[in-house]
């Protein structure tokens, strides 16, 4: 029998050294394609007036989607509409540059009612059979771009 030339191992965090490795190849096999992949990870803040951050949305974009993983808001500042103020945000510093849509996922005991008012669709939603609360909602919301980001280089 052969000896196993590799290990397996759990990390909480990849490196940046990692991170930038893993981009390259994205970028080369993508290039290979015609396709421009734009990963770009980035965060919209929402700061009160002693400059404390009481909201916060992170994001990503990839090929000519973004795609949001993470909204939060303190709670003694919700309420006010900050949610919608950071998913407006997002969309007009994208609307209008050759994006496609965003896409968000949210629990059920999170915000699925929120999203819709916001004007996002749900395309599907994975029931959790065990803990219903945690049944996910994926939502999508288009932009009217003609172009797309992804194409841009073929």
Known sequence: MSE?????VKIDQLP??????IHKGHVEDEA?????CNYKKFSILIKDKEGLIIGVLQAHTAFAEIYVYDI?????????NLGRKLLEELESQFKGK???NI???TNHFQAPEFY?????????VRVNKKTPLLS????????DDEDQYQLRNT
Request: hydrophobic share 35%; net charge positive.
């Open 4 to 8: 196993k030339s590799y290990t397996i």
């Open 136 to 143: 996910k909602t994926f939502f999508i919301k288009y932009f």
């Open 16 to 21: 940046s050294e990692v991170e930038d490795l």
């Open 98 to 100: 050759e994006y496609n």
């Open 116 to 124: 819709k008012k916001c004007g996002y669709d749900a395309e599907f």
């Open 32 to 36: 290979k394609n015609g396709i421009v």
């Open 103 to 105: 896409n968000l996922v």
């Open 72 to 80: 939060w808001v303190a709670p003694n500042h919700r309420g006010q």
